[in-house]
């Protein structure tokens, strides 16, 4: 299962979501999933297979992983 979560207008989803990574969370920016192929403001997260902590931990990460996707911060 997954969620699909849109990002405010200064927030770059493809930035958001390499960062996320660089700190060990796997989210997937929305335009790899976008037929046209062009950045959309969604993250797809994916959350099936983790547990209570496990989810915790990642919005943790993922929060501090905010400010390096925000546009002109």
Request: net charge positive; with cysteine.
């Amino acid at each position: 299962m997954a969620l699909w979560a849109r990002v405010a207008a200064d927030v770059s989803a493809d930035a958001w979501a390499a960062a996320g990574r660089a700190r060990g969370v796997v989210c997937q920016e929305g335009r790899r999933f976008a037929f046209h192929g062009r950045r959309v403001p969604y993250l797809r997260l994916g959350f099936a297979c983790l547990g209570e902590a496990e989810l915790d931990e990642a919005a943790r990460r993922l929060a501090l992983a905010l400010p390096e996707a925000r546009r002109g911060g």
